[in-house]
C-alpha cells in the first residue's frame, strides 16, 4: 500500500502564493505519475496538474496554465504545486494522487491523499 500525505494548503489573500506538497510513502516503488487534483463545494473533483516520472511530461487544467507548477523530486519521493497569482475561484481542497500505470491522468488513479484545504480571500 502507498500513503500519501499533503501538506502547504491554508488561506492566502488574492494573488498570493502556496506551495503545496505530497510526500508518499510505502511501497513507492509501484508508484509512476504523480498529480493534484482539487473540489470546491458543489463540484466535481478535477484534475489541476499531472507529471510523468521522469518529470518530463506535464499536463495542467486550462484555468492554471501560467501560474501553477507541478514538480517532483524522487528522491524524496514528493511532488509538489508552486501556486502564484491565486485566485478566489482555486479555493477548494487539494488532493495529491498517485498512479501506477500511465495514461491520461483524468482516470486510473490508484492512491488518494487525505486533501489538503486551500482558501483563497478576495
Known amino acids: 500500500q502507498v500513503q500519501l500525505v499533503e501538506s502547504g494548503g491554508g488561506l492566502v489573500q488574492a494573488g498570493g502564493s502556496l506551495r503545496l506538497s505530497c510526500a508518499a510513502s510505502g511501497r513507492t516503488f509501484s508508484i509512476l505519475d504523480m498529480g493534484w487534483f482539487r473540489q470546491a463545494p458543489g463540484k466535481e473533483r478535477e484534475l489541476v496538474a499531472a507529471i510523468n516520472w521522469s518529470g518530463g511530461n506535464t499536463k495542467y487544467a486550462d484555468s492554471v496554465k501560467g501560474r501553477f507548477t507541478i514538480s517532483r523530486d524522487n528522491a524524496k519521493i514528493t511532488v509538489y504545486l508552486q501556486m502564484n497569482s491565486l485566485k478566489p475561484e482555486d479555493a477548494a481542497v487539494y488532493y495529491c494522487?498517485?498512479?501506477?500505470?500511465?495514461?491520461?491522468?483524468?482516470?486510473?488513479?490508484?492512491?488518494w491523499g487525505q486533501g489538503t484545504q486551500v482558501t483563497v480571500s478576495s
Open positions: 494522487a498517485a498512479y501506477r500505470y500511465g495514461g491520461t491522468w483524468y482516470s486510473g488513479i490508484d492512491y
